[in-house]
């Protein structure tokens, strides 16, 4: 009896590293060719597969959602599309499989006049910026991650690493560097270094008004605009989704390694708390992590701290709502609003 349990514990041992390997093949943005745009990003948490699905993603209308289950034969998913109140539009029924260095996801749309499908996808040659931190990246189908060496500025190339043998420990960054991931080609889900102070000797930042009390969905719902402009701003997205929040940072928007979902979006007084789920990229040494965000609202602006764990490096995460701290996006931006928004070079 001994020995069968022992070799019972082996074989799980063997089926949750198998697992883990997997996800690292699939976790992260796949996009197809720009005739026809379709991006998918996959967040992978043990067997549950959460993400976003977006075509024009700076182009909030396009947003849906992942839900699904990761197995030996890849990913079994559903994509919810939703109207402006959360109800569900309709869905499409899909899976992903790896075959060499791209993606094939099959499936049927419920889209009116929708039908079966199949999409080639593959991960964007442009990867991630490299920040003042190391960066993590998943380049390829392989599943290994490959570290960006730290720089001292986003205006240079990307400087590729090698392959991270094990994940290593990021020393502890400023509460800049800690802010969102910067996004490539300038900046990615999140800022290369966080607004709140102003010049030195100024008065810093001061708070335009009372805090919205109590904050509610229609309060959030929209597009919130950051770190920077021109194409490499960040948008801050968020939808209903039957009774709950979710949503996806990009920046640039047209680049799977500028963008991550936003989940675990939860609302409590006046204060809001959600998190970036990284998974193909992050301003870390390991993959995947969350990094947790807390903000509140006044006058058009959220104010929001960025904290990220201690296993990725990080301060670690305390939840405190933001004072004078912090870092400001400007919105919400009506979804409808950013109808036909295009990201993409050259059009």
């Known amino acids: 009896m001994r020995t069968l349990i022992v070799i019972v514990g082996m074989l799980l041992c063997v089926a949750h590293t198998a697992a883990a390997q997997n996800a690292d093949r699939y976790r992260g943005g796949w996009r197809s060719d720009d005739s026809d745009l379709h991006v998918y990003e996959f967040s992978i948490r ?13 182009d909030a209308t396009t947003l849906a959602f992942i839900d699904g289950t990761l197995g030996p034969d890849g990913i079994t998913f559903v ?28 499936g049927t749309s419920g889209a009116p006049r929708g039908g079966k499908f199949q999409r080639t996808l593959y991960r964007d040659s442009r990867g991630p910026d490299p920040l003042g931190v190391p960066v993590a990246w998943l380049p390829d189908a392989s599943g290994k ?24 420990v990021v020393p502890p960054v400023s509460p800049a560097a800690a802010a969102p991931p910067a996004a490539p080609r300038a900046a990615g889900p999140g800022p290369a270094a966080a607004g709140g102070g102003g010049a030195p000797g100024g008065r810093g930042w001061l708070q335009p008004g009372p805090w919205k009390n109590p904050l509610t969905a229609d309060d959030v719902v929209g597009a919130w605009i950051g770190f920077g402009t021109g194409v490499n701003k960040q948008y ?93 996006l400007i919105g919400p931006i009506a979804i409808e609003a950013t109808r036909s928004n295009d990201s993409r070079p050259n059009r």
């Open 46 to 58: 043990g067997e549950r597969v959460r993400g976003i699905y977006c075509t024009l993603c700076s």
């Open 145 to 168: 991650i490959v570290m960006l060496a730290p720089i001292g500025g986003r205006a240079a190339g990307p400087a590729r690493g090698t392959a991270a043998p094990a994940p290593a």
């Open 236 to 328: 801050f997205i968020f939808r209903r989704v039957g009774n709950r929040l979710r949503g996806m940072v990009c920046g640039r928007c047209d680049n799977p390694f500028t963008l991550a979902a936003l989940d675990d979006v939860e609302i409590a007084g006046d204060t809001l708390h959600f998190k970036i789920l990284h998974d193909g990229w992050g301003d870390s040494a390991v993959l995947p992590f969350d990094k947790w965000v807390t903000a509140r609202i006044v006058a058009n602006e959220m104010r929001a701290v960025f904290e990220t764990p201690t296993e990725a490096g990080g301060r670690g995460v305390t939840g405190t709502p933001p004072t004078t701290a912090g870092t400001t």
């Open 79 to 106: 994509v919810t599309h939703v109207r402006p109140d959360g109800r569900t539009a309709y869905q499409d029924k899909a899976t992903a499989r790896i075959e060499g260095e791209r993606l094939i996801v099959t």
